[in-house]
T-cell receptor
């Protein structure tokens, strides 16, 4: 069965420190992985995706994610956190097309809090 | 994303009432989706459509119906609302099967 797990409900980081938001996945076939961010009272915004190629993917707002096939992980990272990065982050995996049209399966979300 | 709009943004309704949530997009995408978000559960797919003539159930379609009036419009209906349909509802679009999805701002629905 396809699934995504975000093991931490909340991550607390001091401004200027590096941050990591963890994500592991289980999917048949090649994984197509995504990170989204949700600010209060807003829809989800796309940050980055891994389809194929380099294991380190760079995205919006200085975020990057590292794909690790052996550990089935796709952790989101940023070298220096900003208070404005505080938000809810979702990892998602796209299932094969024959399964409900290639829908996205989302993790439960991780609340990132960056303190000054 | 301003290219995907949802109306209403907030709605309170009573059990048993019929309600329609609307989604419009100016991105020109063929694929449209309806999700609901519940705390601690992430987003779950309700219905999806690949074009005006192609509508499919998602993982939690019971109690919901949809209408794809045009490429740009995809509506979600609750024929007889119940309290456990209280949630945040999102519409999304994508250009291709491998592309990212673009989300609307969401509709917060409360069923009393």
């Amino acid at each position: 069965a396809q699934s995504v797990a975000q093991p931490e409900d909340q991550v607390n980081v001091a401004e200027g420190n590096p941050l990591t938001v963890k994500c592991t996945y289980s999917v048949s076939g090649n994984p197509y992985l995504f990170w989204y961010v949700q600010y209060p009272n807003r829809g989800l915004q796309f940050l980055l995706k891994y389809i194929t190629g380099d294991n380190l993917v760079k995205g919006s707002y200085g975020f990057e994610a590292e794909f690790n096939k052996s550990q089935t992980s796709f952790h989101l990272k940023k070298p220096s956190a900003l208070v404005s990065d505080s938000a809810l982050y979702f990892c998602a995996v796209r299932v094969p097309f024959y399964n409900q049209g290639g829908k996205l399966i989302f993790g439960q979300g991780t609340e990132l809090s960056v303190k000054p | 994303d301003a290219d995907v709009t949802q109306t209403p943004r907030n709605r309170i309704t009573k059990t048993g009432k019929r309600i329609m949530l609307e989604c419009s997009q100016t991105k020109g995408h063929d694929r449209m989706y309806w999700y609901r978000q519940d705390p601690g559960l992430g987003l779950r797919l309700i219905y999806y459509s690949f074009d005006v003539k192609d509508i499919n159930k998602g993982e939690i379609s019971d109690g919901y119906s949809v209408s794809r009036q045009a490429q740009a419009k995809f509506s979600l209906s609750l024929e007889s609302a119940i309290p456990n349909q209280t949630a945040l509802y999102f519409c999304a679009t994508s250009e291709t099967g491998l592309g990212e999805q673009y989300f609307g701002p969401g509709t917060r629905l409360t069923v009393t």
